[in-house]
């Protein structure tokens, strides 16, 4: 299967500290997004960075992106309460014609 | 002006039945797509349209499921024969454009929670 892995599955955390989840895939892509979802419905987009680029960075969400070792990471700093949500990395593989979510990293951020 | 929705919210079906789960997309967006989501399992990539046409069907989970979308607009997603094995949240997503590797931003429905009993 071309499903990422996600670590850590679940992560909880105080206010007020970093939270970083991972993403690891298996194949070349050309673009690797981040997605959030709140109660198990709809998920929202975060960032997308691209195989060109190492790093990105949207308010206090910090991505990273290395190809040789086929991996992200997404990196939330000063959390909050309300980034309480599950975590999910996606990308297009395109010899399958598909998208792959990552199986997802619970985030719970203690207030 | 309005996301992505879904309808019905939730369904429960006995098992054997069919089941028609539809999604209206954001105005004007020509890509579309489908997952299946089990509980507290990543997303499962079932099929993409562009534009009303949907280029490769092999995600669908066997031949009971199928899915259409017509006029650039609504699509749905037809279940046959229901199994329990089925029972998952459906979310659909929409894109502007479908762009080759993947960089279009999908907007999320809300999903339709399926349950077969």
């Known amino acids: 299967s071309q499903q990422g892995e996600e670590d850590p599955q679940a992560l909880s955390i105080q206010e007020g500290e970093n939270a970083t989840m991972n993403c690891s895939y298996k194949t070349s892509i050309n673009n690797l997004q981040w997605y959030r979802q709140n109660s198990g419905r709809g998920l929202v987009h975060l960032i997308l960075i691209r195989s060109n680029e190492r790093e990105k960075h949207s308010g206090r969400l910090r991505v990273t992106l290395d190809t040789s070792k086929k991996s992200s990471s997404l990196l939330i700093t000063a959390s909050r309460a309300a980034d309480t949500a599950s975590y999910f990395c996606?990308?297009?593989?395109?010899?399958?014609?598909?998208?792959?979510f990552g199986s997802g990293t619970k985030l719970n951020v203690k207030p | 002006g309005a996301g992505v929705s879904q309808s019905p919210s939730n369904k429960v079906t006995e098992k054997g039945k069919d089941v028609e789960l539809r999604c209206d997309p954001i105005?004007?967006?020509?890509?579309l797509y489908w997952y299946r989501q089990r509980l507290g399992q990543g997303l499962e990539f079932l099929i993409y349209?562009?534009?009303?046409?949907?280029?490769?069907k092999s995600g669908l989970p066997s031949d009971r499921f199928s899915a259409e979308r017509t006029g650039e607009s609504v699509s749905t997603l037809t279940i046959q024969r229901t199994q329990q094995e089925d029972s998952a949240v459906y979310l659909c997503a929409s894109s502007l454009v479908w762009s080759s590797g993947g960089a279009d931003t999908q907007y999320f429905g809300p999903g339709t929670r399926l349950t077969v009993l």
């Open positions: 996606a990308y297009y593989v395109n010899n399958f014609n598909k998208f792959y």
């Open positions: 105005s004007g967006h020509t890509a």
């Open positions: 349209f562009q534009g009303n046409s949907a280029p490769d």
